[in-house]
């Protein structure tokens, strides 16, 4: 029931897009094209960033850097029942959103997009943001300068969010 | 971010050199800008389409009429009775939940101003910019298209299979972070009023 609402979501959100515009004799071809060229010029800005967090996560990773740390932290993540797999990501989610991206297409690839760690990871990687680079950006333009509280209740959300990830794909995507 | 990459870079060689791999590195890096190229190249075009589809919802009002659906709950929530507050404040969260990330920030942006205009500033973040931080840091996205199209592009059999359980964690963690600073805001006004 839930996987046939989720899969019909995006189907039904395409035809009544067309469906309005027709109604509303709006020019869908422009509205996309405009909104197209939006879509590559902000992927183009950030290429480098990208790059970056590919080549240094490759390096951490192939050293046996990244072997080495998580077995430092899995007694944590053991006591959480939080999969080791997505560890890594769970640590960048908060800074980064193209390094988000990145480790989450190598958890997918790594353990399949419809394994309990994809399915994690697509979870959370869409129901959090990239909380400390948001609080830092939005407290900029105003006089604030303690922004502790909101950072300690963000990052406090974002574990409660992985806790109910956690909790949705067992219930809803990995019973059946 | 900064921060992150130089710890993976020094910890990654002194690695390699302990593990006498030294001469490994340029492998690594040539197959890791291999990977890169064929991954951007994908998303681009993925974001791109997406980008395009989510422009004609822009276009024919969508945007407008959930943020119209959404200010009588928000103007519930948040405690300014600014209405130019409010309405940009409605417009950054629609804009979140439809995944328009160009159209959220500015709109965000200016919401923050807004909110410090309205007290005399002490350096402390008002309740109002906590609350309106946590929308913006819990994400409650109606269509999350990003994830969608990673998950398709990793050869998932049913992509869009997490659509209603990111939109529940995403709700009940956005319930769960606002009661937390609600406990937290109440829990700091009784101590200073004492």
Known sequence: ?176 | MGYVISFFWIWGILFLAINHNLGQLTNIITTATANCASFVLKLLFLTAFFSGMIKIAEEIGLTRLLSKLLSPILAKIFKTKNQKTLQKISVNISANMLGIGNAATPSGLAAMEELDKEVKSDGYPTPDMCRFILFNTCSVQLIPTTVIGLRAMAGSRSPSAVVIPVLITGFLGLLCALSLCKLVLSYQKRRTSL
């Open chain 1, 1 to 176: 029931m839930i996987s046939a609402l989720s899969n019909g979501m995006l189907p039904l959100f395409f035809l009544s897009l067309f469906v309005i515009s027709f109604l509303k004799k709006r020019d869908s071809l422009s509205a996309f094209t405009k909104g197209a060229k939006e879509g590559f010029s902000a992927i183009v800005k950030i290429t480098p960033n990208i790059l970056a967090i590919m080549v240094s996560i490759a390096v951490f990773r192939e050293s046996g850097a990244l072997t080495f740390f998580l077995k430092l932290i899995s007694p944590l993540f053991q006591f959480l029942k939080i999969p080791e797999g997505i560890g890594e990501l769970i640590l960048v989610r908060p800074i980064s959103g193209s390094g988000a991206m990145v480790l989450l297409t190598d958890i997918l690839e790594k353990f399949g997009a419809d394994s309990y760690e994809g399915l994690l990871a697509s979870v959370i990687c869409a129901s959090t943001e990239t909380t400390i680079y948001t609080i830092t950006v939005y407290f900029a333009v105003t006089r604030v300068k303690k922004t502790k509280l909101p950072l300690l209740l963000g990052l406090c959300a974002d574990m409660i969010v992985i806790f109910l990830a956690m909790l949705t794909v067992n219930l809803f995507l990995c019973s059946a």
